[in-house]
C-alpha cells in the first residue's frame, strides 16, 4: 500500500483541530474534525452545494 496516498492541504486549531486532507489518486477531498484529543475524531468526504463529492485536479 502506498504510504503517501493523502496529503493534508489545510490545518486550523491546536485543541479543536479542523484538517481537510486530499486523496492524491483520486482527488477526493475529506474533513477531518476533532474537539480534542479526549473525545476523538471523525472523517467525512466534502460536498459542493449539489451533494457531490469536491474533487482536486490530480496531475
Known amino acids: 500500500m502506498k504510504k ?8 486550523q486549531g491546536a485543541v479543536n483541530v479542523v484538517k481537510i486532507i486530499v486523496d492524491k489518486e483520486t ?5 477531518l474534525g476533532s474537539h480534542d484529543l479526549r473525545t ?3 472523517m467525512t468526504v466534502m ?3 449539489d451533494g457531490k463529492p469536491v474533487v482536486t485536479p490530480i496531475s
Open 40 to 42: 476523538g475524531t471523525g
Open 4 to 11: 503517501d496516498r493523502f496529503v493534508e492541504v489545510y490545518s
Open 47 to 49: 460536498v459542493d452545494q
Open 27 to 31: 482527488g477526493v477531498n475529506y474533513l
